[in-house]
């Protein structure tokens, strides 16, 4: 799996809602990504990680970031959050969202390989199969993991900012509602401040 990815490949894997299509961090591996999903340059997509420390090798994570992820079920939210250095504009450049994967095969294959896309394994404005290798012969693809997913609603995106480094004070902004309420985030994000 590792040599297929470094070399631009794509693969796609189970989540614990839908079959997410995964590319390493590259030009190359982003070209090939967007180019299968049809997605447009100006769309990012998110990225995936194992856990906490490997979103810390890439973004910014501020304490009340670690609590929110400890509050809410695993996998149930991307937070979009400053990133260390500029990446690659189709994964957000300055602000980069990020996943905490859920799913055991998921978390397997972040662990191989590294952060890893996140993004449904679909072409835009298609909706997506729930079942891994249906996904993967859909795009013409070879490269999946075996998998049902559970299918339902994506995770809910929050964006974190910081509107002052000298304090590091973070605004919060909810992007997307998905499996967390609105509400539910913003109950926690007052009882918090």
């Known amino acids: 799996m590792i040599d297929h990815l470094s070399q631009g490949g794509l693969?796609?894997?189970?989540?614990?809602?839908?079959?997410?299509?995964?590319?390493?961090l590259t030009s190359e591996g982003l070209d090939n990504l967007f180019k299968t999903k049809k997605r447009h340059?100006?769309?990012?997509v998110s990225i995936g990680v194992a856990n906490i420390l490997q979103a810390k090798q890439l973004v910014?994570?501020?304490?009340c970031v670690v609590d929110m992820l400890d509050y809410f079920p695993k996998g149930s939210l991307t937070i979009?959050?400053?990133?260390?250095?500029?990446?690659?504009?189709?994964?957000?450049?300055d602000?980069?969202?990020?996943?905490i994967f859920s799913h055991p095969s998921a978390?397997?294959?972040?662990?191989?390989?590294?952060?890893?896309?996140?993004?449904s394994a679909?072409?835009?404005?298609?909706?997506?199969e729930l079942d891994t290798r249906t996904a993967a012969e859909t795009l013409n693809l070879d490269h999946f993991i075996e998998g049902e997913c559970a299918g339902g609603l994506g995770s809910t995106i929050v964006k974190f900012e910081n509107g002052n480094s000298q304090q590091a004070v973070w605004s919060l902004s909810i992007i997307r509602e998905g499996v967390v309420p609105r509400a539910d985030v913003v109950r926690w994000w007052t009882t918090q401040a």
């Open 122 to 128: 679909n072409e835009s404005e298609v909706e997506p």
């Open 107 to 119: 978390i397997g294959l972040a662990m191989e390989v590294g952060p890893i896309t996140a993004t």
């Open 41 to 44: 340059p100006s769309k990012p």
């Open 11 to 24: 693969v796609v894997y189970p989540t614990s809602t839908l079959p997410g299509l995964g590319c390493l």
């Open 95 to 99: 602000m980069i969202g990020v996943r």
């Open 60 to 63: 910014e994570v501020p304490h």
């Open 80 to 93: 979009i959050l400053p990133t260390k250095e500029t990446l690659d504009q189709r994964l957000g450049g």
